[in-house]
């Protein structure tokens, strides 16, 4: 069974950048066709697709955040990061992270496996 865990601080201050990872157990973010991305839920708001890293390593962000979003990974420790720079109050939102068989999940049944999701508040 594949587990995602998402990790980082609760609490950003605005204009910091945020820094989220998520450690994969029960299977290699390497593994053929598999996609791992970042989505989040602001409060009362739908998902919004951040971004995703496939198993070779290669990245796709969504247009809207791409000036400030970089995702990566350390295959070593089966992880991959996110990093939201110039962060302000509306990046307030729970964080997740999931496996996909494909670039940009938009729902949650469109995910294989998802993280239990981190809350993140943007606030001085």
């Known amino acids: 069974q594949v587990q995602l865990q998402e990790s980082g601080p609760g609490l950003v201050k605005p204009s910091q950048t945020l820094s989220l990872t998520c450690t994969v157990s029960?299977?290699?973010?390497?593994?053929?066709?598999?996609?791992w991305s970042w989505i989040r839920q602001p409060p009362e708001k739908g998902l919004e697709w951040m971004g995703a890293?496939?198993?070779?390593?290669?990245?796709a962000v969504s247009t809207s955040l791409k000036s400030r979003t970089s995702i990566s990974r350390d295959t070593s420790k089966n992880q991959f990061t996110l990093q939201l720079s110039s962060v302000t109050p509306e990046d307030t939102a729970m964080y997740y992270c999931?496996?996909?068989?494909?670039?940009?999940?938009?729902?949650?049944?469109?995910?294989?496996?998802r993280g239990k999701g981190t809350l993140v508040t943007v606030s001085s």
């Open positions: 029960g299977g290699s973010i390497t593994s053929v066709n598999t996609y």
């Open positions: 890293i496939d198993y070779r390593g290669n990245t």
């Open positions: 999931a496996r996909a068989s494909r670039w940009r999940p938009s729902t949650f049944s469109d995910m294989d496996y």
